[in-house]
């Protein structure tokens, strides 16, 4: 039976395929296909993990001691017969088989079907066995770990297929789509590379780092999809629309044909953007406009250079940071990661801002949740690495090092304060003098900082006395300015980029910088929103950073614009009550 659920589109296109349910706790196994050559081997490897726990639940057994609870000699009873059960075995057995799945994904596949059956199960005592199947996975998954898998994963991008294949091939090498409770922005990042084409999540909002991430992988996602995750089963076929934020469960074959022709239209719109890649990003009356590229990881500087992008202008250089449990990258590795970058950009500019976790960019995954009630207002971004001068300051080393082999701009996310300012300017001074003293060479660098919260904004002419250029973050501006948290489905309504406090504070800043000839840029969510594109030129904005997938939808609206006629409108658009309003006319 056919059935939607609605949740907030965060990356465009149309997504069809078969649902991957992934539990949050088990994200982190590999996702790949093998070659039907390698079925059998897969089997073995699943083999030999359940026969390595049943030995050692047998072992247990055999060295229990005899007054040991009833209850101890019963629960290993029910685990070694889990591991028995047809259920578990046949199932792996025919993920691999019919689906090519890896090992360990087949698995974890499995677990899902079993854990929703017992979910449905009327007997209580029965439901909580549940518990007991995660527990005998994860002890197969662990032994699987010693015994590598004899194909390496491809670093393939999800396989594609038109509506035509769908239809003709139902088994093996269809698309995918990834369908989770949450994924935080380092599990995400870690599909980068991965086989799915598409994503849902039940929570997260549209400027969430998820969203971000996924937005950055161009393929079709739905995040605050609510209840996705129960709804859709392992296997459903799944319409993502990543434009209506819809996701489609069970379609009907006319309604596959129907989202198959929408999917086409989008490519072909690609092919033509495409097009405009060599051309410059000039507005009709003669403004030449930057268009940057976003970055997470120094290899996605490819296809910022493929989108046509004039540089970076934001590297979130958490990225390099999270998900290291407690290993934080040291000078020489963030030096290499920042020179990747920079040779990737081929001389053109690279704008590395200093770490940025907290809120919803946990530095490790499983820490996070509930740490801190407010986590969006608590120790983030600057305030972390003001808090750890020398974490802050191996940073600043290994980005002014980098700066010897191009052009580098450095920035700092979320100040607020001056002393803030002060202190990180401290920092910097202090980084260049231990490299003097160690006799490394380092580079020159503009030094520049987001305007993120409303102080900020505020005291826009501080900031420039200290700074040589500004970079508006938007999804934490708007956040901030409206006591919305950007990660909450619940509130996602009410995260408006369009609000008058928002947009004034925007032009205001675009403005000032104008008068003191000082570089400003919107690098948040609303630099890459077509919608946002002329009332941004027409407040004086002359430079924007986006995800690279965005860059050429954004030219083509710089191409047809004329900033004499913008510049008042958007002065009477901001004037008004209601901006959304006027965006229109
Ligand atoms: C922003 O806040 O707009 C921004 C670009 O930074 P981030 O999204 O990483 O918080
Ligand atoms: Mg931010």
Not at 344 to 355: A, D
Not at 508 to 532: F, L, P, W
Request: aromatic share 6%; proline share 5%.
């Amino acid at each position: 039976m056919t059935f939607s659920v609605h949740g907030l589109a965060v990356a465009r296109g149309i997504a069809i395929g078969r649902a991957v349910l992934v539990a949050s706790s088990r994200v982190d196994v590999a996702h790949y296909f093998v070659e039907p050559s390698q079925v059998e081997g897969e089997i073995e490897r699943v083999r030999q993990g359940r026969n390595a726990v049943v030995e050692e639940l047998q072992r247990l057994q055999t060295d229990m001691p005899a007054d040991a609870p009833h209850e101890l000699t019963a629960l290993l009873d029910v685990h070694l017969m889990l591991l028995q059960d047809e259920a578990l075995t046949g199932g792996v057995k025919h993920w691999i088989t019919e689906r090519l799945y890896n090992a360990e994904w087949a698995l974890t596949t499995q677990l899902e079907v079993i854990a929703r059956q017992f979910d449905e199960m009327e007997d209580e005592y029965l439901r909580e066995r549940k518990a007991d199947l995660e527990q005998v996975v994860e002890r197969i998954l662990r032994h699987m770990k010693g015994v590598a898998s004899p194909v390496a994963p491809p670093a393939s991008s999800p396989r594609r297929k038109t509506q035509q294949d769908l239809l003709l091939d139902d088994t093996v090498d269809v698309p995918l789509v990834l369908v989770a409770h949450d994924l935080s922005p380092a599990d995400m990042l870690q599909f980068k590379q991965s086989v799915f084409a598409g994503f849902v999540t039940d929570v997260g909002g549209k400027t969430s780092h998820t969203a971000i991430v996924a937005r950055s992988m161009d393929i079709p996602a739905v995040v605050g999809a609510r209840a996705a995750s129960q709804l859709v089963r392992q296997d459903d076929w799944v319409i993502i629309d990543g434009d209506a934020g819809v996701v489609i469960v069970d379609p009907s074959p006319i309604i596959l044909a129907e989202y198959g022709f929408r999917q086409r239209q989008v490519e072909l719109e690609r092919e033509r953007l495409a097009r405009l890649r060599h051309t410059p990003a000039v507005t009709l009356d003669g403004h030449k406009i930057e268009l940057l590229a976003n970055i997470e990881q120094p290899g996605d500087a490819a296809a910022a250079v493929r989108a046509g992008a004039v540089g970076v202008g934001l590297f979130r250089s958490e990225f390099l940071f999270m998900g290291k449990t407690g290993n934080l990258p040291g000078e020489d590795e963030q030096y290499r990661a920042y020179c990747e970058a920079i040779d990737g950009m081929q001389g053109l500019p690279v704008t590395i801002r200093t770490i940025d976790v907290g809120a919803d960019k946990p530095l490790d995954n499983k820490a996070h949740k509930d740490n801190y009630l407010n986590p969006a207002l608590g120790l983030r971004a600057i305030r972390w690495s003001l808090a750890d001068p020398a974490m802050f300051r191996t940073q600043l080393r290994a980005v002014l090092r980098a700066a010897a082999h191009g052009k580098v701009n450095l920035l700092f996310p979320m100040l607020a304060h001056t002393h803030e300012i002060q202190q990180t300017l401290a920092q910097v001074d202090l980084a260049r003098a231990e490299l003097d003293a160690r006799g490394e060479p380092y580079g020159p660098v503009q030094l520049g900082a987001m305007i993120e919260v409303p102080a900020a904004a505020l005291m826009v002419r501080t900031f420039l006395k200290y700074f040589d250029f500004l970079s508006i973050g938007t999804n934490d501006l708007i956040q901030y300015t409206l006591a919305i948290d950007r990660a909450d489905e619940a509130v996602a309504h009410l995260y408006d980029p369009l609000h008058p406090a928002v947009l004034r504070l925007v032009g205001d800043v675009i403005a000032e910088g104008e008068r003191q000839g000082k570089s400003v840029c919107v690098c948040g969510e609303t630099a890459g929103d077509v919608t946002m594109t002329r009332l941004l030129l027409g407040l004086g904005l002359r430079s924007f950073s986006m995800h690279p997938a965005q860059i050429l939808a954004i030219k083509q609206e710089v191409l047809r614009a004329d900033t004499r006629k913008l510049a008042p409108w958007a002065q009477q658009v901001i004037g008004g009550e209601e901006p959304a309003a006027l965006l229109v006319s």
